[in-house]
């Protein structure tokens, strides 16, 4: 089992900087690969914003790509997502996974409580 523990949501004006986290637990933690983060906001399905596996390869939405940055630190279990110059649509919930594959898969995956983005204008 892995428990997730997400960390860093908040307010912020447009053109701002936020940082999540996400610390991951358990006894089967060894054994996971992939951590991302998936988002979703009011009205809309969750989607994509970023993976990283083990190894260090990074996958991004287009919406992100040169904004937001995914890192992880794997002594730590933990994984960080960099979210600079923000925008309004950029609110949302956003869900910490993990998986033992290489891939989120959303049935098998482990999920995060969630943790809230606000961006202003």
């Known amino acids: 089992q892995v428990q997730l523990v997400a960390s860093g949501g908040g307010l912020v004006q447009a053109g701002g900087s936020l940082r999540l986290s996400c610390a991951a637990s358990g006894r089967s933690i060894f054994s996971i690969n992939a951590m991302g983060w998936y988002r979703q906001a009011p009205g809309k399905q969750r989607e994509l914003v970023a993976v990283?596996?083990?190894?260090?390869?990074?996958n991004y939405a287009d919406s992100v790509k040169g904004r937001f940055s995914i890192s992880r630190d794997n002594a730590k279990n933990t994984v960080y997502l960099q979210m600079n110059n923000l925008k309004p649509e950029d609110t949302a919930v956003y869900y910490c996974?993990?998986?033992?594959?290489?891939?989120?898969?959303?049935?098998?995956?482990?999920w995060g409580q969630g943790t809230q983005v606000t961006v202003s204008s």
């Open positions: 996974a993990a998986d033992y594959s290489d891939i989120i898969r959303t049935i098998q995956a482990y």
């Open positions: 990283i596996t083990r190894g260090g390869t990074t």
